[in-house]
């Protein structure tokens, strides 16, 4: 099983700045990565999908990078409603598997 | 516009079982793939497992091979997920998710609670 490890676990970032949030793989998933928010008390939300590609609705300052082991998500110009919880998950192999997450809150 | 309603919340004693159901509107269900992902409180998001009733294919995560059994109802657009043998590490949110192999559209969340 691929393990997927996110750091860092908290991020304190102000209203406004870039946020960055990384994602390991154990092993080479490709490009075949998502990326999640979910907000509290909420079912999670699709940001990104192949590692790069907005999902439906997701505004232009979120972006993700990355291919093989090493992912980025980047929150170009952090809103108030950004602060919640990110995942990664990886699809290359079943059974796919989650991050741990990372808390994105306000500094 | 696809969603999934799913049923209410429970509260289950120790080695109990539970069925959570999750009802899909909007296109087509028997095509597409319902995945199940378990969150325990104050904690990430855990797959386990999925069935595309079209293909009559279900997987399973190991960790609960054996507890777990995915099924779907094309007649009533309905997916199921069965967890026996129930101790309290199973108290989560269960979240009935559509999509292959990214999860697009979610259920609102099924709360059990384990618990004598």
């Known amino acids: 099983e691929i393990v997927m490890t996110q750091s860092p676990a908290t991020l304190s970032v102000s209203p406004g700045e870039r946020a960055t949030l990384s994602c390991r793989a154990s092993?080479?998933?490709?490009?075949?990565l998502v990326w999640y928010q979910q907000k509290l008390g909420q079912a999670p939300r699709l940001l990104i999908s192949?590692?790069?590609t907005r999902a439906t609705g997701i505004p232009a300052r979120f972006s993700g990078s990355g291919s093989g082991t090493e992912f980025t998500l980047t929150i170009s110009s952090l809103q108030s409603e950004d602060f919640a919880v990110y995942y990664c998950?990886?699809?290359?192999?079943?059974?796919?598997?989650f991050g741990q997450g990372t808390k994105l809150e306000i500094k | 516009q696809v969603q999934l309603v799913q049923s209410g919340a429970e509260v289950k004693k120790p080695g109990s079982s539970v069925k959570v159901s999750c009802k899909s509107s909007?296109?087509?269900?028997?095509?597409?793939?319902i995945n199940w992902v378990r969150q325990a409180p104050g904690q990430g998001l855990e797959w386990m497992g999925r069935?595309?009733?079209?293909?009559?294919?279900?997987n399973y995560v190991q960790k609960f091979q054996g507890r777990v059994t995915i099924t779907a109802d094309t007649a009533t657009s309905t997916a199921y997920m069965e967890l026996t043998s129930l101790r309290s590490e199973d108290t989560g949110v269960y979240y009935c998710?559509?999509?292959?192999?990214?999860?697009?559209?979610w259920g609102q969340g099924t709360l059990v609670t384990v618990s004598s």
């Open positions: 998710a559509r999509g292959q192999p990214w999860l697009v559209y």
């Open positions: 909007g296109d087509t269900f028997r095509s597409s793939t």
């Open positions: 069935i595309t009733p079209i293909l009559g294919i279900e």
């Open positions: 092993q080479s998933v490709s490009s075949n």
């Open positions: 192949g590692a790069s």
């Open positions: 998950q990886q699809y290359n192999t079943w059974p796919y598997s």
